[in-house]
């Protein structure tokens, strides 16, 4: 019997991220061993709860076999710890992956330099450009950008990596056959076609528990980066679950500073301010975290022209400023009715140009 199986058997039954995988290993580092120990009636280690060594012990590694054909059928790569091209900084993690299941190229998960970046779904339009320059600067510098494939700014840390011609890692938090968000299919194919890989631990069709799975994505992003750089966060954010751990395998943590009236910077600023995190302004601060100080890092692009804005929306946004303003005001400042007021307000908000804040009141976003 093939030896993938007997992984693919182990990792089913303990799941995604469980603490003990790295310790279990430790004691039996080979899956087809450990299964003919149970089958003689031996025991298992202590770290393994209850429930996984039950389901160990009713299962068999044949069971795994239309797993395994239905992969190699639709072009997803099957790695486990014993296969070469499984990602070495993924290795030490005691809660590491038993497999992944991989689309695209994996190569890129070995030999290269890598940085997270990673942020809110729902950023302004400074955090948006912010993230897109620095995924830039560090892929013209040969650094892998690590990131999960959502809305917002991870998909714009991608993005900018593609665009720059170099390889991009994408973890899901869902199966391999399913992205999520949908409308990130096309780019996710952008990702595979440029060499880069999208990783998941979820198998294809995957049925199991629905609640933690992004949660535990984010010690891959955390575990295979060199660095963690946070471009937006709120103040209670998933992305601050992927800084814990960063801080938990001892990656550097960087943030990019904000507006103080942006709640999207709430958290980056707690970081900054705690001492969790460096200072990143450029993607030199990153290469410097990762002792690539003496490679050539543009700095961040000139933002270049604003998105078209209609004369009613650019002449609200000239009235607003880092202090919140009530429509009213913005209606007096500009002398527009309140109705074209509130739809210019709209169309700010839309392309990131204004922030709402509390009380019905709005800043500019520059």
Known sequence: MESVLYWLWLAEALG???????????????????????????????????????????????????????CRAAGITVLTPEDPAYPDRLRA?????????????????NGRRYAAMVGTRRPTRYGTQACHDLARGLAEAGVVVVS????????????????????????????????????????????????????SEYPPHYQGKAT???????????????????????????????????????RPVLAVPGSIYSPTSEGTHALLRAGRAQLL???????????????????????????????????????????????????AATGLPMPRVQTALFELELTGAAAAQPGHTYIAVR
């Open 16 to 70: 995604s991220g469980a603490r003990y995988a790295g310790e279990l290993l430790n004691r039996w580092p080979d899956p087809a061993a450990l299964c003919v120990h149970l089958r003689a009636g031996g025991a298992l280690p202590d770290c393994v709860p209850r429930t996984a060594a039950a389901r160990l012990r009713r299962t068999s590694p044949a069971d795994m076999t239309d797993r395994l054909a239905g």
């Open 212 to 250: 933690g799975t992004f949660l535990a994505r984010n010690r891959l992003i955390a575990g295979l980066a060199e660095a963690v750089c946070v471009t937006e966060a709120r103040s209670r954010s998933g992305t601050l679950n992927t800084v814990r751990h960063a801080e938990t395998y001892g």
């Open 281 to 331: 302004c450029s993607a030199a601060d990153i290469l410097a975290a990762i002792g690539m100080e003496g490679d050539a890092a543009p700095r961040p692009a000139d933002r270049g022209a604003e998105p078209e804005l209609s004369p009613d929306a650019a002449a609200a946004l000239a009235a607003l400023g880092p202090s919140p303003r009530t429509p009213d005001q913005v209606a």
């Open 93 to 109: 993690l005691p809660d590491l992956p038993l497999v992944l299941f991989v689309t695209g190229d994996p190569a890129c998960l």
């Open 148 to 199: 999960g494939l959502a809305d917002g700014l991870d998909g714009e840390a991608h993005r900018a990596a593609v665009e720059a011609g170099c390889p991009t890692v994408a973890f899901l938090g869902t199966a391999i056959d399913k992205t999520f968000p949908a409308a990130n299919e096309p780019l996710r194919r952008r990702i595979e076609a440029g060499g880069g890989a999208v990783v």
